[in-house]
């Protein structure tokens, strides 16, 4: 499986992705990292470890539409078959997530459906949960909406900063998200309206909630 991780900045997850996917036989080959963000930090890792890299900048196209088609037509011309989304902060058009269905993955820094959108941290411990967490999800045209693949759970300390939590959970964002890839590469996430399924998991194992791996 041919795959294109998207980011914007600093690409921790992306590099977890690629390091995972070195290892023998993983059933991913990751083949471009593209960036929106010229400067995204990431991109000089993927240089390093002689990754293609790709910058399609959102401030040279007017709209969505038109941005979101240069990306298509790189991706097609690269015949990708999953895109991973790895902190690319833009939010990709209906006709783009639908082109594309059930082939594109985020993660989110949060346990999904609670704490959508930015500033999640904050609003965590604002919200005096005792746990929260990440997940990665197939992506639907609605944001970080869509079948829930992974996630691990974090507990909100008392004494938690925005930054500590945010810092404890990205560990485990770096273990569920090179799992969930390689389930999706081998083709065991079974999706079923909203919610993907786990084939040839034992039902201990479904939830692959705080996975060893
Ligand atoms: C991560 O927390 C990810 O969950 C969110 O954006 C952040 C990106 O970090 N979508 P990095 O660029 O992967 O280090």
Same mark, same amino acid.
């Given at each position: 499986?041919?795959?294109?991780?998207?980011?914007?900045?600093?690409?921790?997850?992306?590099?977890?992705?690629?390091?995972?996917?070195?290892?023998?036989?993983?059933?991913?080959?990751?083949?471009?990292?593209?960036?929106?963000?010229?400067?995204?930090?990431?991109?000089?890792?993927?240089?390093?470890?002689?990754?293609?890299?790709?910058?399609?900048?959102?401030?040279?196209?007017?709209?969505?539409?038109?941005?979101?088609?240069?990306?298509?037509?790189?991706?097609?011309?690269?015949?990708?078959?999953?895109?991973?989304?790895?902190?690319?902060?833009?939010? =990709?058009? $209906?006709?783009?997530?639908?082109?594309?269905?059930? *082939? #594109?993955?985020? +993660?989110?820094?949060?346990?999904?459906?609670?704490?959508?959108?930015?500033?999640?941290?904050?609003?965590?411990?604002?919200?005096?949960?005792?746990?929260?967490?990440?997940?990665?999800?197939?992506?639907?045209?609605?944001?970080?909406?869509?079948?829930?693949?992974?996630?691990?759970?974090?507990?909100?300390?008392?004494?938690?900063?925005?930054?500590?939590?945010?810092?404890?959970?990205?560990?485990?964002?770096?273990?569920?998200?090179?799992?969930?890839?390689? =389930?999706? $590469?081998?083709?065991?996430?079974?999706?079923?309206? *909203? #919610?993907?399924? +786990?084939?040839?998991?034992?039902?201990?194992?479904?939830?692959?909630?705080?996975?060893?791996?």
């Amino acid at each position: 499986m041919k795959v294109a991780i998207f980011i914007s900045s600093r690409g921790s997850n992306m590099q977890a992705l690629v390091k995972a996917s070195q290892e023998e036989g993983f059933p991913a080959e990751i083949v471009t990292i593209l960036s929106n963000n010229p400067d995204a930090g990431g991109l000089e890792f993927a240089k390093a470890h002689n990754i293609p890299t790709k910058v399609i900048n959102h401030r040279d196209y007017d709209n969505r539409d038109d941005f979101d088609a240069a990306i298509n037509e790189y991706l097609e011309g690269m015949q990708i078959d999953l895109i991973c989304l790895a902190g690319f902060m833009r939010l =990709l058009t $209906a006709d783009f997530v639908n082109r594309w269905r059930d *082939s #594109i993955i985020n +993660i989110h820094p949060s346990l999904l459906p609670a704490f959508k959108g930015l500033h999640v941290h904050e609003r965590a411990i604002e919200s005096g949960a005792r746990f929260t967490g990440c997940t990665v999800h197939v992506v639907r045209p609605e944001m970080d909406d869509g079948p829930i693949i992974a996630q691990a759970a974090v507990p909100i300390l008392q004494k938690d900063t925005p930054e500590s939590l945010a810092a404890r959970i990205l560990e485990q964002e770096h273990k569920i998200y090179p799992l969930a890839l390689k =389930l999706m $590469a081998q083709r065991k996430v079974k999706i079923h309206g *909203s #919610i993907a399924r +786990i084939e040839g998991c034992v039902e201990s194992e479904a939830s692959l909630l705080n996975p060893e791996a």
